[in-house]
């Protein structure tokens, strides 16, 4: 994930990812956010699944501190 996310955000199609061996299958934690959102993290690095345009793709964040207070 750290190689689509450099930014810290990034969306990115699941096909792409998981062509290249990602399976959302195995994660370290979770976060949910105040909207309900379950964000699912391997150490550093979390996905959620969306739907963009008709698209399943996954909207990748990096762990920030106030994550932690949640």
């Known amino acids: 994930m750290k190689r689509y996310n450099k ?6 199609r699941k ?3 998981v062509s290249k061996g990602f399976n959302p299958k ?3 934690h979770y ?7 379950v964000y699912f993290f391997v150490y550093e690095y ?5 739907k ?6 996954y909207l990748l964040v990096k762990w920030q501190s106030y994550m932690d207070k949640s």
């Open 15 to 17: 096909t792409e990812i």
């Open 26 to 28: 195995f994660f370290t």
């Open 46 to 50: 979390g996905f959620l699944n969306i």
């Open 52 to 57: 963009n345009n008709g698209k399943d793709k």
């Open 7 to 12: 930014s810290g955000y990034a969306t990115i």
């Open 31 to 37: 976060w949910k956010n105040k909207q309900g959102n």
